[in-house]
Nanobody, 127 residues
Framework: QVQVAESGGGSVQAGGSLTLSCAFS???????????MGWFRQAPGKERERIGV???????AYADSVRGRFTISREHDLNTLRLQITRLKPEDTAMYYC??????????????????WGQGTQVTVSS
């Protein structure tokens, strides 16, 4: 069973930077098994939104709303996903989640259908 654990959240001042980490375990490591991974966030009173999804080949698709300040990267072991956020704004305050899903023959499923989710890590940005 795949397990997901986010870390690195906290309280930061606006304008600062933060790097979140996500540790995955339980991935099938046999040839042909790749995973889509992504970062998402949910602000108070708002719906969860996509920040970006990394495909099995390492390419990443970002939401237009976060392009430029958010960077998703993956460690060489393929089991750790990071999210670097720069120039933090108060509106970045949210619970940040990572998730993974087995890549299909056609690519990644819709992120809302991703099978494996973490519990989230809180980021609070003060002005």
């Amino acid at each position: 069973q795949v397990q997901v654990a986010e870390s690195g959240g906290g309280s930061v001042q606006a304008g600062g930077s933060l790097t979140l980490s996500c540790a995955f375990s339980g991935f099938i490591t046999a040839p042909g098994y790749n995973y889509c991974m992504g970062w998402f966030r949910q602000a108070p009173g708002k719906e969860r939104e996509r920040i970006g999804v990394m495909f099995g080949n390492g390419n990443t698709a970002y939401a237009d709303s976060v392009r430029g300040r958010f960077t998703i990267s993956r460690e060489h072991d393929l089991n750790t996903l990071r999210l670097q956020i720069t120039r933090l704004k108060p509106e970045d305050t949210a619970m940040y989640y990572c998730a993974a899903d087995l890549e299909q023959l056609y690519g990644c499923r819709e992120w809302t259908d991703f099978a494996y989710w973490g519990q989230g890590t809180q980021v609070t940005v003060s002005s």
